[in-house]
C-alpha cells in the first residue's frame, strides 16, 4: 500500500471498507487493478477535499495508466480558442459594465490580466482561518457521508464533527471499520486543528 502525502495530488481508494491504495492515481489504478477480483466496489477519492474521482480500469493496467495523461496528439489536434490553452487558461464570458472594461483595459498586461490579479489578490487576501476550517469540515463530511452514512453513532459523530469537538469525534467513530475511520479523523484532524502545514 502506498503512503498517503496529503496534497493536490493525492488521491485514496477503497473496496468496501478497505483501503486498497493512496497517491498518486497510478498509484491508485494500480491497486484498482491488483484487487479487480475482490466483489466489493471501488471508490475513489481526492484524498484532500474527498470529492469522488471516475477511472477508466477497462483492458491492462498499462492500457488503464495510459488513459490517465492526455495524449498530446489530441491536444494539438483540438482547435485553439482565445487565450493561452498551454498554460490552462480557459476562455468564459465575462459581463461587466463599460466603465468596468474601460478600468481593466487600462491596467497593465489589459483586462485578462487585471483580471486575474484581482482574483489571486482576493483569494490570498479571503484565505482566512475560518475559510481554511469550514473547507475542512467540508472535505470531512464529504467523506463521510459517501463512506460511513449507515455505521453507528455516524449522525452523532457528524454533531461532533461540526461543533468542533474531537475528544466526542474519536469516541463515536471508534466502531468504524478501521481504514475508513482512520481517513476519517485524517480529514477531520484539520477541521478540528487546521489544515497541515507539511
Known sequence: MTDMTENANSFIAFRGERRIAAGSLADVVRGAVETAAEPNALLVFDAVTSAPVELDLRGTLEEALA?????????????????????????????????????????PGGASAALRRLV???????????????????????????????QADFEEATR???????????????????????????????????????
Open 67 to 107: 488513459r490517465l495523461a492526455p495524449s498530446a496528439a489530441v491536444t494539438e489536434d483540438k482547435k485553439r480558442g482565445p487565450g493561452r490553452p498551454r498554460l490552462g487558461v480557459v476562455p468564459r464570458e465575462v459581463t461587466l459594465l463599460p466603465r468596468h472594461w474601460d478600468w481593466l483595459n487600462d491596467q
Open 120 to 150: 489571486d489578490q482576493a483569494r490570498t487576501a479571503g484565505d482566512t482561518a475560518q475559510d481554511k476550517r469550514r473547507r475542512a469540515l467540508e472535505h470531512a463530511y464529504r467523506f463521510m457521508h459517501a463512506m460511513l452514512g449507515d
Open 160 to 198: 461532533a464533527l461540526f461543533a468542533g469537538d474531537a475528544a466526542r469525534f474519536t469516541t463515536l467513530s471508534s466502531s468504524w471499520p478501521a481504514d475508513l475511520r482512520e481517513h476519517a479523523r485524517r480529514l477531520a484532524e484539520s477541521a478540528f486543528h487546521g489544515p497541515s502545514t507539511s
